[in-house]
């Protein structure tokens, strides 16, 4: 038996944008998946009791292709992570299911499972960046940027794009998010924003000037400037407001929270899903998102990464 948990994350600053080598900021939260395997009794892969269906299971299907695992296994999974909602999840799956696979035929170390993670989130989503699955894999705070500083972890490459991955010291911060209740798939708005960067020269404007602002937030997060990251943080939203990947039922949740909050903005893939505000006063922006016709959740980020529990 091997047992597993990771982590889920929330990016501060920079998503989409990090896809095509611009930095960005994310912080693993305090909501994880978990996973067992063990070697299946019967002669079938089974999920949580039900027959392995590898089309609705593809972050996992994927991870057992990429090993070349073909032994039949008994999987036990938990979750306290909404999918599709800018939480990580698949990043968390994707992670805690590869570490238990690779206990289960050798010892690996947390920058080969943070490559192959990124690998195999990148084949099923058709395009992505590293920042979720790292995040998952070390904890804390991370940042993604295309040059090497301090608190390098590793380097990930893909194509024409290098990612270097960092820790940082980011202060422990209280955050709330929102939950819209509307589904929006992480392939096809990334597909949809892939189309757009290529034909036209705004969207990439736009991702360009999320490089520079995550490089801001960054150091205002560093200093514990929580009155700038919130400025900040209202600012990107705008940015990808331009980009297409806000939605309205955002935009009702985000106006509501700034009330009792530094700023707010989605996060994760956007199209609906999940926005998040940074606040000292959960209980009221919790109430405030609720009245607004969203679900809230209290997080707070966590140094904890993958482990085995």
Not at 93 to 99: C, E, F, G, N, Q
Request: charged share 25%.
């Amino acid at each position: 038996m091997v047992t597993c948990s990771a982590p889920g994350k929330v990016i501060l600053f920079g998503e989409h944008a990090v896809v095509y080598g611009e930095p960005a900021v994310a912080i693993a939260i305090d909501k994880r998946f978990r996973c067992a395997m063990y070697p299946a009794d019967g002669d079938v892969t089974t999920v949580n009791g039900l027959v392995f269906d590898p089309e609705k299971q593809n972050y996992l299907n994927c991870a057992m292709e990429k090993l070349g695992v073909t032994e039949k296994l008994d999987i036990y999974t938990s979750t306290e992570l909404i999918s599709g909602a800018g939480m990580g999840s698949s990043a968390a799956v994707t992670v805690a299911s590869l570490r238990c696979l690779y206990e289960m035929m050798e010892s690996v170390d947390k920058e080969t499972l943070a490559k192959t993670a990124f690998e195999v989130e990148y084949k099923v989503q058709g395009n992505a960046s590293p920042i979720d699955t790292s995040t998952s894999t070390e904890g804390g705070g991370i940042v993604v940027s295309s040059t090497k500083g301090p608190g390098f972890l590793w380097d990930i490459n893909k194509g024409d794009k290098t990612w270097n991955i960092h820790k940082s010291d980011i202060p422990k911060l209280k955050l709330v998010l929102g939950n819209t209740g509307v589904h929006s798939p992480t392939g096809k708005l990334v597909a949809k924003i892939k189309e757009f960067y290529k034909r036209s020269s705004y969207a990439r404007d736009i991702i360009n000037e999320v490089g520079v602002l995550v490089e801001r937030g960054h150091e205002a997060l560093k200093t514990e400037d929580l009155v700038e990251v919130g400025r900040l943080m209202d600012q990107n939203q705008r940015l990808l407001s331009c980009l297409g990947v806000s939605h309205p039922k955002l935009d009702i949740l985000i106006d509501a929270a700034r009330k009792h909050s530094y700023g707010a903005k989605l996060t994760g893939v956007g199209g609906g899903g999940i926005m998040m505000a940074l606040t000292d006063e959960p209980e009221e922006t919790t109430k405030a998102i609720e009245e607004a016709g969203g679900q809230a959740y209290i997080l707070t980020s966590t140094n904890k990464g993958l482990t085995f529990k």
